[in-house]
T-cell receptor, first 118, second 114 residues
Framework: AQTVTQSQPEMSVQEAETVTLSCTYD???????LFWYKQPPSRQMILVIR??????QNATENRFSVNFQKAAKSFSLKISDSQLGDTAMYFC???????????????FGKGTKLSVIP | SAVISQKPSRDICQRGTSLTIQCQVD?????MFWYRQQPGQSLTLIAT?????????ESGFVIDKFPISRPNLTFSTLTVSNMSPEDSSIYLC???????????FGPGTRLTVT
């Protein structure tokens, strides 16, 4: 079974600064996807960024970028120029295709609570 | 990305009663997923719902407690039956996006059982 570990339960960052959230995972699969989801107090789960394991290039979405280290099974999220609206829970997630069920199996980490301080 | 709505957005229910949560998607999707998020916790998959067939439940979840309907390709319901305070959670509906390996979530239903 896949496991996703987020070792930082809480973090804080000053507005306009940069912060990196850590995520490691354990799998024997070679093809899979990795995600970062953001859940603000409104509780809506928002897809922040997606990485395909077979792509070496790190995914980026505006101020959000990842450092994907496949051999180390590490997938960290960097938020640049932090904004107050970035305050949220951030969940790292691993997805693989479950051929038996005909769907993708998604496993979440426990989350990191990020606070952006004015 | 898909636009997903859920009703109700929140509810406070008495112990022993049942609540049905609705999930509506703005496009046809093959699979819909129901998740539970207990207070301060991550998301746990309850079941996968395909149109026209029985839902597939994850370990620890049973149909008698969480019956699911999937009458068409844009709609699903999850019922939380015979509720107890331990059922107090956020319940989220989810669908797979067009891009392989993506999943989108509804706004969630916050359930409090007293």
């Amino acid at each position: 079974a896949q496991t996703v570990t987020q070792s930082q339960p809480e973090m804080s960052v000053q507005e306009a600064e940069t912060v990196t959230l850590s995520c490691t995972y354990d799998t024997s699969e070679n093809n899979y996807y990795l995600f970062w989801y953001k859940q603000p107090p409104s509780r809506q789960m928002i897809l922040v960024i997606r990485q395909e394991a077979y792509k070496q290039q790190n995914a980026t979405e505006n101020r959000f970028s990842v450092n994907f280290q496949k051999a180390a099974k590490s997938f960290s999220l960097k938020i640049s120029d932090s904004q107050l609206g970035d305050t949220a829970m951030y969940f790292c997630a691993f997805m693989k295709h479950n051929s038996g069920a005909g769907s993708y199996q998604l496993t979440f980490g426990k989350g990191t609570k990020l606070s952006v301080i004015p | 990305s898909a636009v997903i709505s859920q009703k109700p957005s929140r509810d406070i229910c008495q112990r022993g009663t049942s609540l049905t949560i609705q999930c509506q998607v703005d496009s046809q999707v093959t699979m819909m997923f129901w998740y539970r998020q207990q207070p301060g916790q991550s998301l746990t998959l309850i079941a996968t719902a395909n149109q026209g067939s029985e839902a597939t439940y994850e370990s620890g979840f049973v149909i008698d407690k969480f019956p699911i309907s999937r009458p068409n390709l844009t709609f699903s319901t999850l019922t939380v039956s015979n509720m107890s305070p331990e059922d107090s959670s956020i319940y989220l509906c989810s669908v797979e996006g067009r891009l392989a390996g993506t999943r989108y979530f509804g706004p969630g239903t916050r359930l409090t059982v007293t």
